[in-house]
Nanobody
């Protein structure tokens, strides 16, 4: 059974930081590419960051570059999203997702097969 479980969301003031975690288990393929996406009320889900199995390749959405950092610990089957200098516009439900590294692109939402349930991040002004 595939499980992706996000944690670490919450309420933070603008300029603050949060660290999200996503524990992964049961994937039917090895060396998964992992991604973070977010969806704000009334908006489409958007790409935030992605990381390859080795951690050697990372991508970020334009709105989070320089503020967010994605990382992973394969021994713990966990991927992280360190979020700094948070802004009210970062308020959203954040989802982690997994994809087969042999299929699709790292940034395409349609290429991710497995998703977590999401964790709410709220940034107050």
């Amino acid at each position: 059974q595939v499980q992706l479980g996000e944690s670490g969301g919450g309420l933070v003031q603008a300029g603050g930081s949060l660290r999200l975690s996503c524990a992964v288990s049961g994937l039917p393929f090895s060396r998964p590419t992992m991604g973070w996406f977010r969806q704000a009320p009334g908006k489409e889900r958007e790409f935030v960051a992605a990381i390859s199995w080795s951690g050697g390749t990372k991508y970020y959405g334009d709105s989070v570059k320089g503020r967010f950092t994605i990382s992973r610990d394969n021994a713990k089957n966990t991927v992280y999203l360190e979020m700094n200098s948070l802004k009210p516009e970062d308020t959203a439900v954040y989802y982690c997702a997994a994809k087969n590294p042999a299929m699709g692109t790292m940034t395409g939402i349609q290429d991710y097969e497995y998703w977590g349930q999401g964790t709410q991040v709220t940034v107050s002004s």
